[in-house]
């Protein structure tokens, strides 16, 4: 009885579901049923598509009409364009990962994917922030806005946004600053063909597969 299920056991691990079948060290794929699959891609295609759309509404809007250029809408546009490329750039390849659970298109991509996923993330929060800022001189020291909230400070917001998401995003990544400490752990522990995993010791912005 014992060899039986021993037997059993061999058999259901050397069937069990991998990224890669005839790669050594290939990820585990949990395979959802179709029934679940396909609900799954509509309600995240459908997702991608609203804030694709909405967030080119919001840009084509500020630009098109200039009664709209203004500090404040400058900032609401870097804002735009940020919900805009994480729409359009992230949220799909997440999507395959999500319910195929497995990365299929390569680890130099997966860099590049969590990379501006860490950037894009950075800049909406600092862009939240800016907002902030500027609407806290325009309801609380309303005469002080237009001497505080100048087109070159906004400007300035902007480019320190951009420029700090960028070095925070890519750099993490690709100077590996996320496993700092514990690379040995996660090459042997974590890392593995199919996967794309933004590891960090602390998970200091997010863990996902």
């Given at each position: 009885l014992d060899c039986e299920m021993n037997s059993s056991h061999a058999h259901a691990v050397e069937i069990s579901p991998l990224c890669y079948d005839f790669i050594n060290g290939s990820c585990p794929k949990f395979v959802y049923p179709l029934l679940l699959k396909v609900p799954l891609y509509l309600f995240f295609s459908s997702v991608v598509i609203l804030t694709?759309?909405?967030?080119?509404?919001?840009?084509?809007?500020?630009?098109?009409?200039?009664?709209?250029?203004?500090p404040t809408n400058?900032?609401?546009?870097?804002?735009?364009?940020?919900d805009l490329l994480l729409g359009g750039f992230v949220m799909p390849p997440s999507?395959?990962?999500?319910?195929?659970?497995?990365?299929?298109?390569?680890?130099?991509?997966?860099?590049i994917h969590s990379s501006v996923d860490i950037t894009l993330s950075t800049a909406s929060i600092i862009n939240?922030?800016?907002?902030?800022?500027?609407?806290?001189?325009?309801?609380?020291?309303?005469l002080l806005?237009?001497?505080?909230?100048?087109?070159?400070?906004?400007?300035?917001?902007?480019?320190?946004?951009?420029?700090?998401?960028?070095?925070v995003g890519f750099g993490i990544i690709f100077l590996e600053l996320n496993i700092l400490g514990i690379e040995k752990f996660y090459y042997e522990n974590v890392e593995c063909e199919g996967g794309c995993v933004l590891f960090s010791f602390h998970?200091?912005?997010h863990c996902s597969q």
């Open positions: 694709v759309l909405g967030n080119l509404f919001v840009i084509l809007t500020i630009v098109h009409f200039k009664q709209l250029h203004m400058y900032l609401v546009l870097s804002l735009a364009v940020t999507m395959l990962r999500s319910v195929e659970t497995c990365w299929y298109l390569g680890p130099l991509f997966c860099k939240l922030c800016f907002i902030s800022i500027d609407r806290y001189y325009a309801v609380c020291q309303p806005y237009h001497s505080k909230i100048t087109p070159l400070v906004t400007v300035i917001m902007i480019s320190i946004c951009w420029t700090v998401s960028a070095i998970c200091s912005f």
